[in-house]
DNA sequence: TTCACTTTTTGACCTAGGTCAAAAAATCCC
DNA sequence: GGGATTTTTTGACCTAGGTCAAAAAGTGAA
């Protein structure tokens, strides 16, 4: 079982044994979901491969995509999770996808006894606000061509594989917009 | 001193004394500046009273404000804290504001030796990231009116003391339209 | 392969919010 | 308290990106 993603994660081998035996492995196929909206979620993924993307309804009905997650990271949808309420959103596969699941009450059980996990747990918290404030503070007040730009550096993978509109609202811009922004990027070469 | 503050910390009676032995206070006057773009941070501030601004500036000069922070939270530029490298971003006071200060070197023994302190850390980056979250996903893309009104529900206290400008660029949005959106709101009762 | 359905593209038009400049109001500080 | 400085307000105008509708291109199940 693939440990590249494992020791990626920074814990020492003797907490990496204990932590894998509460995990177990989940398979989606493209398009399934792993979080329902209304429904409370009770697993954190951590993503062997492929992508997923969180999504909800914004106030006319539309799906507004909001995060894609990639191999090697952490998905759920936060909120859901910490609190244990129903969720907002929902999140689907964009691509197959092979996850490893842990279970709410045995996430905090190894919180409540292991040091190391804590401060694993900071870890990737830490990355995930400071990627939240990056894209807040540097990305999302740009013009709509920056921003597809910067897409394209930093997701290249979901480029091939979403659809055009889950990349316009991720962006905030409408899908004719970006469809434009496409085409003057491919006649600029 | 103050511990209305630190009972909201979470922490364990033996815990918060020792925590609180790392701690040294500090005051700063209205406009001061607790963190300044450049320079590593390298104390943590819990905000004892008054309110704090961080904001950056934007490849045209104009400065971005990202965050307002009150009393009970932390407050530090994020990404230099825990990176230990220059913050490009500065933190001014909007208020007198009273602090307690913890260097990074301190909390990091803390770290290693405090499984409770370690969960507390994590909590207040649990709630950190859904507040952003939030921000990101509900609240960044509504027209500039309910941006505003929103802000008004979320941060009363600052709307009291910031400048309408800083309140705009938090919201993304000029301060000739936010002081237009305020005449609006005004007339309509 | 074809038919039904979904997604993307294109065109014509519109509007929220930006820009620029100048007046009015608020704040600072000696 | 008064003159300098900063901030907010107002008006006239502009533009990036949104809206609506219809055609074209993809996708997929039978």
């Known amino acids: 079982m693939s440990n590249k ?18 995990l177990s492995a989940r398979q ?32 006319k009905g539309d799906e507004i995509t909001t995060e894609f997650n990639g191999p090697g990271t952490f998905c759920s949808s936060y909120h859901s999770f910490y609190s244990q309420l129903p969720s907002y959103e929902s999140i689907e596969a964009v691509t197959d996808c092979n996850l490893f699941l842990i279970s709410f009450p ?8 292991s040091l190391q996990l804590n401060v694993m747990g900071r870890k990737v918290l830490e990355k995930a606000c400071m990627d939240r404030d990056y894209f807040l503070k540097r990305v999302i007040h740009l013009p709509a061509k920056d921003k597809y730009e910067w897409f394209l550096k930093v997701y290249p993978e979901v ?31």
């Open 5 to 22: 993603i494992f020791n990626g994660l920074g814990l020492p081998q003797e907490e990496l044994i204990v932590f894998k035996e509460s």
């Open 28 to 59: 989606l196929k493209k398009g399934e979901y792993f979080i329902t909206e209304g429904q409370a979620s009770v697993h954190l993924a951590l993503i062997e491969s492929g992508y997923l993307r969180t999504f909800h309804l914004d106030n």
């Open 106 to 113: 045995a996430l905090q059980k190894h919180y409540a006894h």
């Open 159 to 189: 480029y091939k594989s979403a659809r055009l509109r889950d990349i316009a609202s991720f962006l905030g811009i409408k899908p004719e917009t970006l469809s434009r922004i496409r085409r003057k990027l491919s006649l600029n070469q």
